[in-house]
């Protein structure tokens, strides 16, 4: 199985900050990575597809890069509404893992 | 747009069978990987499995042993089942689509909270 790591686990930072989070495949899996965003209580939601996708609606201050077994999603110029947990999950074979988190807190 | 929507009970006994049903609404369930996701109180998301909907069907090796995902694209829905639970899968579970390619999961259910206790 892949495994998925993230780092770091928790981040602190502030309105208008710039801030990174990177993912670490166990195995190369090309660009089969995806990240989501999810808030307390709520589904998580798709922000990032095959590493540098920006999904419909994700504002632009959303970004993915990486290949192979590294990658990150940035965040320019933090909002009030972006503090909440990230994950990346791979695309690339079964099981279809989930990093373990990264909370963005203010 | 496309909606998905848990349902199936919020209590189940130790040693029981967990049983959701994950009813698609908005779209067609063609060409599409049908699956669960459960994320246990105040921990991380964890892949259980998924169903083509075709009918064929790939789980967690963690739990593949208990596990059974099914569909029925006659009424847009698809089903989990979790034998032998035990406190350790108590969880929200979410039912979501999944694409074929870079398997995108969207869009998600709102998830249904599983408490296992007697």
């Known amino acids: 199985d892949i495994q998925m790591t993230q780092s770091p686990s928790s981040l602190s930072a502030s309105v208008g900050d710039s801030v990174t989070i990177t993912c670490r495949a166990s195995q190369s899996i090309s660009n089969y990575l995806n990240w989501y965003q999810q808030k307390p209580g709520t589904a998580p939601k798709l922000l990032i597809y095959?590493?540098?996708g920006l999904h419909s609606g994700v504002p632009s201050r959303f970004s993915g890069s990486g290949s192979g077994t590294d990658f990150t999603l940035t965040i320019s110029s933090l909002q009030p509404e972006d503090f909440a947990t990230y994950y990346c999950?791979?695309?690339?074979?079964?099981?279809?893992?989930f990093g373990q988190g990264t909370k963005l807190e203010i | 747009q496309v909606q998905l929507q848990e349902s199936g009970p919020g209590l189940v006994k130790p040693s029981e069978t967990l049983s959701l049903t994950c009813t698609v609404s908005g779209g067609s369930m063609t060409d599409y990987y049908w699956t669960w996701i459960r994320q246990p109180p105040g921990k991380g998301l964890e892949w259980i499995g998924h169903i083509w909907y075709s009918g064929s069907s790939n789980y967690s090796p963690s739990l593949e042993s208990r596990v059974t995902i099914s569909v029925d694209t006659s009424k847009n829905q698809f089903s989990l089942k979790l034998h032998s639970v035990t406190a350790a899968d108590t969880a929200v579970y979410y039912c979501?689509?999944?694409?074929?390619?870079?398997?995108?999961?969207?869009?998600w259910g709102q998830g249904t909270l599983v408490t296992v206790s007697s």
């Open positions: 999950q791979h695309g690339h074979s079964t099981p279809h893992t």
């Open positions: 095959a590493a540098s």
């Open positions: 979501a689509r999944g694409s074929s390619g870079w398997y995108v999961v969207d869009p």
